[in-house]
């Protein structure tokens, strides 16, 4: 059965990092996302990847600082977050598109969803 399920979250001090992961079964042919939201805003896509891996675009707030890669033998996508931020505190959240290689982290795009896993990040 297709779920996403992250894991990965927690407390941590600006200048910290973090590493979630999503395991992501029956998603290998998908585009695959990770976005965030805030309480009193809106989910924001932050970064997204192709099937294959090879095409990762990041929104500017996190580009040189998060990395998403994938694990398709292992069915994991992840997140690597480096120089944590009071800002990236959220729950971030996993989830996957059919658009293929059409793969850009708008979240409209995006049919299946995680839970979600909360990030808190503090000075």
């Known amino acids: 059965a297709q779920q996403l399920v992250e894991s990965g979250g927690g407390s941590v001090q600006a200048g910290g990092s973090l590493r979630l992961s999503c395991a992501a079964s029956g998603f290998t042919y998908y585009c695959m996302g990770w976005f965030r939201q805030a309480p009193g805003k809106e989910r924001e896509g932050i970064a997204s990847i192709t099937p294959g891996g090879s095409i990762t675009k990041y929104v500017p707030s996190v580009k040189g600082r998060f990395t998403i890669s994938r694990d398709n033998a292992k069915n994991t996508l992840y997140l690597q977050m480096n120089s944590l931020e009071t800002d990236d505190t959220a729950m971030y959240y996993c989830?996957?598109?059919?658009?293929?290689?059409?793969?850009?982290?708008?979240?409209?795009?995006?049919?299946?969803w995680g839970q979600g896993t909360q990030v808190t990040v503090s000075s």
């Open positions: 989830a996957a598109s059919s658009r293929g290689n059409d793969c850009y982290p708008a979240p409209s795009d995006y049919t299946y």
